[in-house]
């Protein structure tokens, strides 16, 4: 599914928005690019002013440093998977059916959308992964939530949580199985690719099916079954 939309990122991690100018799209496009390609610490704004043929300084009116451009990168994936839930999830009532849209969404989010030409969402899942560790789990982190930076992600792990609630209150471990639920969807697929002995399932062209499969097998074993024995076990939907 592709849908045309704004994301919209915390204005905390820019000095002016580089999606409101084509020299600004163009450092977000060739960012991606360039920091897949060589990893966060070996990317500096020097190499990439030589990629765009454009200066340090013009950069620089964007962003303070490259820490922070990585963090806009990251809360610009999340709060387009945030995005996509809500636009995917509007007419769902069923907190069953909805939860399984959710974690549908987040699998399916590493897809390239056509719709924005300058960020290229499967490089950007790369990105997320690899190099998230290094935004969330720095010494300023405590700072950085203040401000917001990990409110999207946070919302879509509430959201995930809430449903697990809704669908059984009696279920003692809402925020626990949220996140293990959102990690698995978040992380399997490459495990499959790169630490195929961590995971049972195989890097196929099947990948995201079977995965949306393991995780609906997981939420009713989890939660469904837990103690409601009345609630009956949902089905996939896609």
Known sequence: ??????????????????????????????????????GITSFTFK????????????IYRYF????????????YYWEYVKARIEFSTSNIEDPITKLKKIFYVIITSSQ????????????LYKIVLLEGAAISQSKSVDE???????????EISLSICGLIQEINPSYPYPKNTANLL??????TKHNAEHLPKLTDLKFTEDIDNDLFE?????????????????????????
Do not use: C
């Open 182 to 187: 959102f990690s698995m969807a978040l992380n």
């Open 1 to 38: 599914m592709s849908i045309a939309i704004h994301i919209k990122v915390n204005e905390h991690l820019y000095t002016k928005d580089p999606q409101m100018s084509e020299l600004g799209k163009n450092i977000l496009k060739n960012s991606i690019i360039m920091i897949e390609e060589m």
């Open 144 to 154: 950085e939530n203040a401000l917001g930076f990990y409110k999207a992600y946070k």
């Open 64 to 75: 303070e440093n490259k820490h922070l451009l990585l963090h806009y990168l990251v809360n």
């Open 214 to 238: 393991l995780l609906g097998h997981y939420l009713d074993q989890l939660v469904i079954r837990y103690t409601s024995k009345t609630v009956p076990k949902g089905v996939l939907v896609y």
């Open 112 to 123: 390239r959308d056509l719709n924005t030409d300058y960020v290229d969402e499967d490089i």
């Open 47 to 58: 190499k990439l002013a030589e990629r765009i043929q454009s200066t340090e300084a013009s």
